[in-house]
């Protein structure tokens, strides 16, 4: 498959430094994530330049960490990797740079990853997974679905039109006064909530497996808004938190069917019976749940999520990428393709 067994890989993209050490693109040696959310959470968001600073700050023991959960010496590797793109240029720029000297100091191969690439190849990690499948990829900067059709042979089938999934979630959330990242805060309010306390919008889009939420996130806000002005003006700190919850509950319903009925209609319409979903918000237990219900009822279909851990940016999935695309993993090539859908 690869002529690369170990690969230690970097992943900088956005506000997690990572550092993974894989073997054969699936067993995972080390992997170790210094996150900068308490950083970014005073903002609301991420701050692209305080990223990079702390990048650059975290990235050496970060690396160290990594070898010395494996056990293993930087002449031990077979490939260096690291995410080359996309994402904040500044971020990306640290783990790039660490990973070609690396690569120079050793006299290793260096392989430039797709972040994602990376996402889909989550799945590969500890798993049995191969393609064909389809693949439900729900970040912070995109929502789509893929046909993987080889290791290296993935086309685009759907995609979002202007909100990626994630990125609605952190809107909705920051409106609702809840801290950054919205999505996990909104994921575990939304099991004590009423899911059908709000009545949301479902955007009808003319790609059948495309995917629009900016009009949800705009009415969501909106709802949210007209309900808090008609609590009383000495409401009580649990009534804000259970009109909190039930729009998270609400949001999160109408998210999931939407994810869910457009993936399962895609999925029949190309014959596929192997369903993946990747991405932080493949995190989420609303989606995961909804997925599971599915396969458990329907037997000829399987399903396959990444552990918790690799769901949110990581750098195992970036070696699980560079094993499985060795050849095709310069991001200047076009490595996603788009096909027409009905
Ligand atoms: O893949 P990721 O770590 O970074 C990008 O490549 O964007 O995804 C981060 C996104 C954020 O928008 C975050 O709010 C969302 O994933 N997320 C979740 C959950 N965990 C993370 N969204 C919904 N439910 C979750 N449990
Ligand atoms: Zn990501």
Redesign the pocket.
Known sequence: MSPYHRILALES??D?TAVAIVEDGRTIRASVIHSQTSLHAQFGGVVPEAAAREHIAAINNTLQEALDMAGCSLYEMDAFAATLGP?LVGSLLVGANTGKTLSLITGKPFLGVH??YA?VASNYLDSDLEPPFLCLL?????TQLIAVEEYATMRVVGESLDD????A??KV?RFMSLP?????????LSQEGNPKAFSLPKAQTSGAYDFSFSGLKTAASRSFEKARELLPPNRSAEALRTLQADMAASF?RTVVDTLFEKTLRCAKDLNIKTLSIA?????????RQRFQDFVNENPDYCLYVPNLKY????AAMVAASAYFNPYTTDIRQEVFSRSPQP
């Open positions: 993209s956005c997690d994402g972040h994602l996402h729900v970040s912070g900067g995109h990626a999934v994630g990125e979630y952190d959330a950054y990242p919205g999505g996990p805060v909104m994921d575990r999160q991405g932080g918000v493949s995190a989420n237990q609303g989606l769901c949110t940016d990581n």
